[in-house]
């Protein structure tokens, strides 16, 4: 089976690697009373920056420098989303209005009939969505009842949402995430999956020193080899000696099976000069076709090749297809379009089970093992 998915992780146009901080501050009320919001929750998508307002309604965020998208929830109000660059900060407090919600929510109760459909497309969007991996295996979906999961919509289609932000448990990498799921969609027939959301993560500091050290070996594990850590190196030029070796792909119609497709895999290698274009300060990815991405320093997991009938290879193949013309690509890893690529093969099949915030920074020495 080959893994196809387009990430929609990375809701935001970039933020850097930076020491340097910036206090961001403000209060949050309602748009028609001007009154403040008590417990309002303020974070940034995809990192470990977030605070909730105190009962004046007021917050506070120390960043490091970059661009960010800023996401602002309180239950009963429409959510609040935008983007920010920390230098367009001005020391002073920011007021946020909210627009309370006229509608009546929809509730569903613990207690209340599911039929057998419901379960077995919670297994499914549980499968696709934090994934098959060591570590997605173990995350736990803490209100999987707020779910609403609809494959009659549009047949052959899994659309999945919420009516609450997603509390996800994952212990292996020790975080906690709040997931506002924006889009979820998975294509029975073709095997392709879409989603989008902004995260927050949220550490866990109650581990003891033992368990702190396991965690951050998963976390390291979970790095090495995945999109964020390539996209980092593509952006360093330092992708030869992070261990990826990178080949043109060619791609053409099997006259045989309709809908099959036959690969061929260039012998040259290539590094990252080949596809990212640099504009003054800014790199962008851009190139035709498609790349085979080989990762050298970590196994295939015993979970990826079950049913495919063939052994455990030692490397870590992947191919990327850039579907925009042209993405901008930062520092962190991230992308100006989170769209703009489809990632298939082992990459593909990583999903939010792995995922780390864009401000995880690998400080620590890294072993060949098995991801």
Not at 4 to 26: D, E, N, P, W
Not at 163 to 169: A, F, T
Not at 292 to 298: A, F, G, S, V
């Amino acid at each position: 089976m080959l893994y196809k998915i387009v990430f929609g992780l990375f809701l935001l146009f970039g933020s850097y690697l930076s020491f340097a901080q910036t206090v961001f501050k403000g209060v949050i009320e309602d748009s028609k009373t001007g009154q403040p919001i008590p417990y309002a929750t303020v974070f940034l998508a995809n990192t470990t920056f977030g605070t909730t307002c105190d009962d004046e309604g007021k917050f506070s965020l120390n960043l490091p420098d970059g661009n960010y998208e800023v996401i602002v929830r309180m239950l009963g109000y429409e959510g609040l989303t935008f983007k920010l660059p920390t230098d367009i900060i001005k020391p002073r407090e920011y007021r946020f209005r909210l627009v309370a919600v006229d509608e009546e929510l929809e509730t569903l109760n613990v207690n209340d009939t599911r039929d057998p459909a419901w379960f077995k497309n919670l297994k499914d969007f549980k499968s696709y969505f934090l994934g098959t991996t060591y570590n997605g295996q173990a995350c736990e979906l803490e209100n999987d009842l707020s779910m609403i999961l609809d494959d009659q919509s549009l047949p052959g289609t899994l659309i999945a949402s919420s009516r609450e932000i997603l509390k996800i448990h994952n212990p292996n990498l020790g975080y906690r995430l709040d997931y506002l799921l924006n889009d979820f969609r998975y294509n029975y027939k073709e095997g392709f999956v879409t989603y989008g959301g902004y995260p927050l993560f949220i550490p866990d500091t109650t581990l003891s020193t033992r368990k702190q050290k396991r965690v951050e070996k998963n976390r390291l594990e979970a790095y090495h080899g995945s999109l964020q850590h390539f996209l980092r190196s593509v952006y360093t030029g330092t992708t030869v000696s992070e261990g990826f070796e990178i080949r043109r792909l060619y791609r053409k119609d099997d006259p045989k099976y309709p809908g099959e497709y036959i690969d061929s895999v260039g012998t040259e290698l290539i590094t990252s000069l080949a596809f990212r274009k640099n504009r003054e300060t800014r790199a962008f990815l851009e190139f035709k076709g498609h790349l085979q991405i080989t990762y050298l320093n970590e196994r295939e997991s015993p979970q990826y090749i079950m049913g495919m009938g063939r052994n455990m290879r030692n490397t870590q193949t992947s191919i990327v297809t850039l579907i925009a013309e042209s993405l901008e690509i930062f520092e962190n890893g991230s992308l100006s379009d989170p769209f703009g690529l489809l990632m298939e093969g082992y990459i593909g099949w990583e999903r939010v089970g792995d995922l780390l915030p864009i401000d995880y920074l690998n400080t620590a020495e890294f072993k060949r093992g098995v991801q």
